[in-house]
């Protein structure tokens, strides 16, 4: 599991491209945010946005994590790895990358759009279980749509529709963090979420061993 | 002809049910005054929805234990004729919103939890459609339906704790088991929930039925 998690990690520090290329596609999207709504947000917009923007670059970063593998190396993962930890290990580096693209994705809207969160650092908490439940989702989907063979479309429509139970409660404590709420009073969604997290994990432990026979 | 004895039933509950929802008395409410009928058609709708997508999850993990076909079929035929309900429910259910909140759609949570499971089962649909494998097709339809299947119970659990609702039975509106249903309605209602899944399963081993038909005809 560690392994797979650090091959991941090094491929794509390895390889300036790929991160490079997410990294370019959050600012890029972010700026296209600033120009539509000229600077001037409503705070209920901006959390919105938000988290389109970031759905979006999650979506874009993870794609690769199993897309990107070649054959030669998923057939040595296949007889290398136990199927649970090879999962497991996308997950977790999904799980991060995408922590690191909202994180991303927050500091540059703040430089550009301003930053009328009231709560800035429990936002960013709150970010963490939404960024895992997403990498949770998008990790055993990329594996579905990679092994039905056509790609992207397909990871979009089966992911989005399982994102929303994370997105709405993530919107929500987002919503809490804005307003200014302190964490008593979002705790509930907040471990609501990491229950959601687990579930998640926790199905795609036991489903995607099936998924591993080619 | 013994053992058809429940499309039998289905047939005269659900003849039953049309003449006795359309012309039976119906208490009558401020604003959704003759509307309350729409009860009968609309509610049935999702029970039988939520009937047939259970068959299909039972069909899905039945299959990863066995990697038998067989159980591939029901899980795909019973999660189709599930979408068929789904849409006449969110048909029945908007006609009704239009004459009582006046819009086709409001965002609301049970709206939106529906059109979410129906983009779901519509996911696994393509998902399908896109595998041209079968046993491959088989193996990524079960994962995803069971995956699915258990994010949307979370969801039907968590999303009405968390948001209120102007649909009956939610957010203080009254639902249909409380008073404004009464013993004539309950004799519809009940009937027409029984008559409407029985519809629902026999649509469904009628279409499994083809479908197995099929696959012999290809595979010989």
Not at chain 2, 31 to 57: D, G, K, Q
Not at chain 2, 92 to 99: F, P, Q, R, V
């Amino acid at each position: 599991m560690l392994s797979i998690f650090l091959h991941e990690l090094k491929s794509d520090l390895r390889s300036k491209y790929s991160i490079g290329g997410v990294l370019l596609y959050v600012l890029s999207s972010v700026y296209v945010a600033y120009l539509s709504q000229k600077g001037s947000m409503e705070p209920q917009t901006w959390v919105g946005v938000f988290w389109v923007l970031t759905l979006f670059s999650a979506v874009n970063a993870s794609l690769k994590s199993f897309f990107s593998d070649s054959r030669g190396l998923r057939i040595y993962y296949f007889n290398m790895a136990r199927p649970e930890a090879f999962i497991l290990g996308k997950t977790i580096y999904n799980f991060l990358l995408i922590t690191l693209v909202s994180f991303i994705a927050f500091a540059t809207f703040s430089f550009l759009n301003g930053n009328p969160i009231l709560q800035k650092s429990l936002f960013l908490l709150y970010l963490i279980p939404g960024a895992l439940g997403l990498a949770a989702v998008l990790s055993l989907m990329a594996a579905i749509a990679s092994k039905s063979g056509n790609s992207f479309t397909l990871l979009a429509i089966l992911s989005f529709p399982l994102f929303i139970p994370v997105l709405l409660i993530s919107l929500k404590l987002s919503m809490l963090a804005m307003n200014g709420l302190e964490f008593a009073a979002a705790a509930k969604y907040f471990f609501s979420l990491i229950a959601l997290d687990s579930i998640a994990i926790l199905l795609s432990y036991l489903l995607f061993p099936y998924l591993w026979k080619e | 002809m013994v053992r058809n004895w429940w499309k039998i039933v289905c047939g005269i509950l659900l003849f039953y049910v049309i003449i006795a929802g359309l012309v039976l008395e119906v208490p009558a409410r401020f604003v959704l005054n003759e509307t309350i009928r729409n009860l009968y058609f609309h509610v049935p709708m999702w029970f039988t929805m939520v009937a047939l997508f259970s068959v299909s999850f039972y069909g899905s993990l039945r299959f990863l234990r066995s990697g038998d076909l067989k159980y591939d079929r029901i899980a795909a035929e019973s999660a189709f004729v599930g979408i068929l309900f789904g849409i006449l429910g969110l048909l029945t259910g908007s006609l009704w919103a239009k004459y009582t909140w006046g819009a086709f759609w409001t965002n609301d949570v049970k709206l939106n939890g529906s059109a979410i499971t129906l983009l779901v089962f519509l996911a696994y649909a393509v998902l399908r459609g896109n595998t041209q494998e079968e046993q491959k097709r088989a193996r990524l339809a079960a994962v995803y339906n069971i995956f699915a299947f258990v994010m949307m119970v979370v969801l039907i659990f968590l999303l009405p704790r968390m948001y209120d609702s102007l649909h009956p039975g939610n957010g203080g509106n009254p639902a249909f088991n409380q008073y404004d249903l009464d013993g004539n309605m309950r004799l519809v209602f009940y009937p027409a929930v029984l008559g409407f899944i029985l519809l629902g399963l026999w649509i469904f081993t009628l279409k499994l039925r083809i479908r197995k038909l099929n696959d012999d005809i290809t595979t010989h």
